[in-house]
């Protein structure tokens, strides 16, 4: 079981919303869409389910061309930030209206709708209606729904946003686990690379309608190819910084410089753009080798245990993630410190050509 986009776009009004795509889906497997707001990632899903038809392309299910194919006639389900459901059903028969159209027996409906629901933890909701319950709740009973469909391709677009924090912990853990059982193609877009990781699979990172990168979740946050999907696969964004290589010497143009080691050694001489994750800018030296640099505080923002430090360094915005709880005085000058060993290196066009050495060794 497949599903393969081959060269699919989509133009809306002028504007290009998904920039030309080859993309393949394996039977069982979890594909997350990552991607900030606009990014493509509904459009994308849009194409998939056969609610759009791509501008250029084809779309094939299982080696067939459904390019054309209403999404009544797929095998889809389809669950989105804002939850539908039908308002004059109870909870019970909202659940169970994918079995009944698809002729399945009460007792193997009343099982799925049982299991379904007990997962979603609306087993006491079952005889309410939609309206009565609260949004999260209505949200749950939206992917009890997608739970009992049988569907072959399950498209989730941001289906947890509406949930508390625990339940959609839980959530991210057993939804895959269910559909993976089923043998179904799962689809998970969602902004938050944080999420991305927990749900593990494979990721396609997005960014102004383009898929920049698809392949195993840790491989594209470890390796990605380009600036760009490293600045969609970090939350806060990747900090950035130009350095010049000199023979074993890697100068960041404000008097600091280090060592180039390992695959840092081995480029070329010339001007390269250094990218650094938000945790790894520290307000302490934690090892030999780090590098300190001095940058105007912004901004922080307390967490409950961690600081996020938002810093001007020479004009280039900064933000680090700090652990603990710290004091410090919007407009001073603070000393932070990078390992080496953490920094990604991208040449002018913004493709990667070396990873980070931590990347390496993971």
């Known amino acids: 079981m497949t599903l393969a986009l081959q060269g699919v776009s989509k133009v809306?009004?002028?504007?290009?919303?998904?920039?030309?795509?080859d993309l393949t889906l394996e039977k069982?497997?979890?594909?997350?869409?990552?991607?900030?707001?606009?990014?493509?990632?509904?459009?994308?899903m849009r194409l998939m389910a056969g609610l759009d038809v791509p501008n250029t392309g084809?779309?094939?299910w299982n080696g067939k061309d459904v390019t054309g194919m209403r999404v009544q006639d797929r095998k889809v389900a389809m669950v989105y930030q804002q939850f539908i459901n039908y308002p004059s059903m109870t909870v019970?028969?909202?659940?169970?209206?994918?079995?009944?159209?698809?002729?399945?027996?009460?007792?193997?409906?009343?099982a799925a709708v049982q299991k379904s629901a007990d997962l979603m933890k609306l087993t006491p909701m079952l005889q309410r209606k939609p309206l009565e319950l609260s949004g999260g709740q209505q949200q749950r009973c939206a992917l009890a729904r997608a739970l009992v469909k049988d569907a072959g391709l399950v498209l989730l677009d941001e289906p947890l946003a509406n949930l508390?924090?625990?339940?959609?912990?839980?959530l991210r853990i057993e939804i895959p686990k269910i559909f993976e059982e089923a043998g179904s193609i799962f689809v998970y877009a969602t902004t938050e690379p944080e999420e991305a990781l927990l749900l593990g699979g494979n990721t396609a990172t997005l960014w102004e309608g383009r898929v920049t990168q698809f392949g195993l979740t840790p491989n594209v946050y470890r390796n990605p190819v380009d600036a760009t999907t490293a600045r969609v696969f970090s939350d806060p964004p990747m900090n950035f910084v130009q350095i010049l290589k000199t023979g074993q010497t890697l100068n960041f143009g404000d008097g600091n410089s280090a060592p180039a080691a390992g695959k840092l050694a081995e480029l070329p001489d010339g001007e390269y753009t250094?990218?650094?994750?938000?945790?790894?800018?520290?307000?302490?030296?934690?090892?030999?080798?780090?590098?300190?640099?001095?940058?105007?505080?912004?901004?922080?923002?307390?967490t409950g245990s961690e600081t996020f430090v938002h810093l001007n360094h020479q004009g280039e915005r900064w933000v680090g993630l700090i652990h603990g709880i710290h004091k410090l005085n919007i407009?001073?000058?603070?000393?932070?410190?990078?390992?080496?060993?953490?920094?990604?290196?991208?040449?002018?066009?913004?493709?990667l050509v070396a990873p980070a050495a931590y990347a390496l060794a993971a």
Request: proline share 6%; no cysteine.
């Open 12 to 21: 809306v009004g002028g504007q290009t919303h998904v920039h030309k795509t």
């Open 28 to 44: 069982g497997t979890m594909n997350v869409l990552l991607g900030p707001t606009s990014s493509g990632k509904t459009s994308l």
């Open 58 to 60: 084809t779309i094939h």
């Open 92 to 110: 019970y028969d909202n659940i169970a209206s994918p079995m009944r159209l698809l002729g399945k027996s009460p007792a193997e409906i009343d």
């Open 164 to 170: 508390d924090y625990k339940l959609r912990e839980e």
């Open 274 to 302: 250094a990218g650094f994750r938000p945790n790894h800018l520290e307000i302490m030296q934690h090892t030999p080798e780090a590098v300190a640099f001095t940058a105007r505080l912004v901004v922080t923002e307390l």
């Open 331 to 351: 407009g001073d000058d603070l000393q932070v410190w990078l390992d080496p060993s953490h920094i990604y290196m991208f040449d002018k066009k913004g493709a």
